[in-house]
């Protein structure tokens, strides 16, 4: 299906497996420089029991290409908005998980009041709030950052250069920049062809925004179950970025660093991210208002819920 953006933008959105009346839907977010087919292995995962909506970020995929004027936090927090409104128009609750640029569109998306009011759990991949082109690991020697690693790291991150096509060297290269040392030639294949397939100028706007980009505000305003994955062998988004969102989080269930994995945590350790996904869902069964509930009423039990909630979290 399609959603339409605030600025009219329309978004390629799939659905995959069936709805459960008790339990959450999960909506998945790719990164900058990736589409759906990068959530493949979790879908696979997922699909059997759980309802998924994954979508094409703009610029990205199947869905349309901005102007300039296109690119922002603020279209991200659009994008999410409107893809949750077009997939889940019975405002049913949800679990997100956000890899990457996701996780952005997440906390971009807190900072508005109410704009996630039904989202129960999320889980945050490979992501960070602010301070992501200064703290990218991807060019650096031995803990040191010279002058010419950070001017070549920032071309690296906000360049539209073309990628493909996909060689031995170019495959060779993206995997060291995103995957860990032991990924299997299989993930690094597809990371290529992922990232090969996507549009460089998309890329590169993107690249700009996440260079500058601050949503430690919308961290600090998400007050649902959260988690936090990171791999240990992330050059992106290293862990030192992982646990600075992890303190920020009101209601964060846990912080998990995954030995030798790098930034395509959904690539590498899809088995991982889906049992995280699922655990998130499932504490959300267990929360979940009578089915008879009208939407009016849906809403207040679930903030009543919440409330409960934060008080045994204060008393803990």
């Given at each position: 299906?399609?959603a339409t953006s605030l600025d009219g933008?329309?978004?390629?959105?799939?659905?995959?497996?069936?709805?459960?009346?008790?339990?959450?839907?999960?909506?998945?977010?790719?990164?900058?420089?990736?589409?759906?087919?990068?959530?493949?292995?979790?879908?696979?995962?997922?699909?059997?029991?759980?309802?998924?909506?994954?979508?094409?970020?703009?610029?990205?995929?199947?869905?349309?290409?901005?102007?300039?004027?296109?690119?922002?936090?603020?279209?991200?927090?659009?994008?999410?908005?409107?893809?949750?409104?077009?997939?889940?128009?019975?405002?049913?609750?949800?679990?997100?998980?956000?890899?990457?640029?996701?996780?952005?569109?997440?906390?971009?998306?807190?900072?508005?009041?109410?704009?996630?009011?039904?989202?129960?759990?999320?889980?945050?991949?490979?992501?960070?709030?602010a301070d992501l082109m200064s703290e990218?690991?991807?060019?650096?020697?031995?803990?040191?950052?010279?002058?010419?690693?950070?001017?070549?790291?920032?071309?690296?991150?906000?360049?539209?250069?073309?990628?493909?096509?996909?060689?031995?060297?170019?495959?060779?290269?993206?995997?060291?920049?995103?995957?860990?040392?032991?990924?299997?030639?299989?993930?690094?294949?597809?990371?290529?062809?992922?990232?090969?397939?996507?549009?460089?100028?998309?890329?590169?706007?993107?690249?700009?925004?996440?260079?500058?980009?601050?949503?430690?505000?919308?961290?600090?305003?998400?007050?649902?179950?959260?988690?936090?994955l990171v791999g240990t062998s992330d050059?992106?988004?290293?862990?030192?970025?992982?646990?600075?969102?992890?303190?920020?989080?009101?209601?964060?269930?846990?912080?998990?660093?995954?030995?030798?994995?790098?930034?395509?945590?959904?690539?590498?350790?899809?088995?991982?991210?889906?049992?995280?996904?699922?655990?998130?869902?499932?504490?959300?069964?267990?929360?979940?208002?009578?089915?008879?509930?009208?939407?009016?009423?849906?809403?207040?039990?679930?903030?009543?819920?919440?409330?409960?909630?934060?008080?045994?979290?204060?008393?803990?």
């Amino acid at each position: 299906m399609q959603a339409t953006s605030l600025d009219g933008t329309r978004l390629n959105v799939e659905i995959h497996g069936g709805l459960q009346a008790h339990l959450p839907s999960v909506v998945l977010i790719h990164g900058n420089g990736c589409s759906i087919p990068f959530w493949a292995p979790v879908i696979r995962a997922l699909r059997d029991d759980l309802h998924i909506v994954v979508y094409d970020q703009r610029g990205h995929g199947g869905s349309d290409t901005p102007g300039p004027a296109g690119y922002s936090t603020s279209a991200l927090a659009d994008d999410l908005a409107a893809v949750l409104a077009r997939a889940l128009p019975d405002g049913g609750p949800a679990v997100l998980a956000g890899h990457s640029m996701g996780g952005v569109a997440i906390m971009a998306a807190a900072l508005r009041d109410g704009a996630l009011s039904q989202v129960t759990g999320v889980l945050l991949a490979s992501t960070g709030c602010a301070d992501l082109m200064s703290e990218a690991l991807g060019v650096r020697f031995g803990g040191l950052v010279p002058p010419f690693a950070v001017a070549a790291q920032q071309w690296l991150l906000t360049s539209a250069v073309p990628i493909g096509p996909v060689t031995p060297i170019t495959r060779a290269a993206l995997s060291y920049l995103m995957l860990g040392p032991g990924a299997p030639a299989e993930v690094a294949a597809a990371n290529a062809a992922i990232i090969q397939a996507g549009d460089r100028h998309a890329r590169a706007a993107w690249g700009h925004v996440l260079a500058s980009v601050d949503v430690t505000e919308g961290a600090r305003r998400l007050d649902v179950p959260a988690h936090v994955l990171v791999g240990t062998s992330d050059l992106l988004t290293p862990p030192g970025l992982a646990r600075r969102l992890a303190e920020l989080l009101p209601s964060c269930e846990g912080l998990t660093q995954l030995p030798g994995v790098g930034h395509m945590t959904p690539l590498e350790a899809p088995g991982v991210v889906a049992e995280l996904i699922r655990k998130l869902a499932a504490e959300t069964e267990r929360a979940a208002p009578p089915a008879r509930l009208t939407r009016r009423s849906r809403d207040l039990w679930l903030a009543i819920t919440s409330i409960r909630e934060r008080g045994r979290r204060s008393t803990q």
